[in-house]
């Protein structure tokens, strides 16, 4: 992660990293259930909206135009320590058109 030159943590957005095209970048967090769900309210709430969304975090910023289909997977391993895993993966878009056909 990049550091600015404030140490305040009230970083504006201008000051963020911007996350584009040609990096990779990935970020785990362990929250609580109900901070999950408000996240996961919200990605889903602007996929329904529209076909952009701009995560985030304290330092970052990652904005995404994303396309369709949209794959979701659902696991679940019922024994010893039981877990479901919820993976949903949006593909994203291009603005390249196909080359001519004479």
Do not use: C, H
């Amino acid at each position: 992660m990049s550091q600015t030159d404030s140490d305040t943590g009230d970083e504006t957005e201008d000051e963020l990293t911007l996350i584009r095209e040609g990096r990779d970048f990935e970020q785990e967090y362990r929250l609580s259930a109900a901070e999950a769900g408000r996240f996961l309210v919200e990605i889903g709430e602007k996929l329904q909206q529209g076909n952009t969304l701009t995560i985030t975090g304290d330092e970052w910023k990652l904005p995404f135009t994303f396309g369709e289909p949209v794959e979701l997977e659902v696991e679940f391993e019922g024994y010893d320590e039981q877990e479901l895993e919820i993976e949903i993966e949006i593909p994203g878009t291009t603005d390249e058109t196909a080359p001519s056909v004479e």
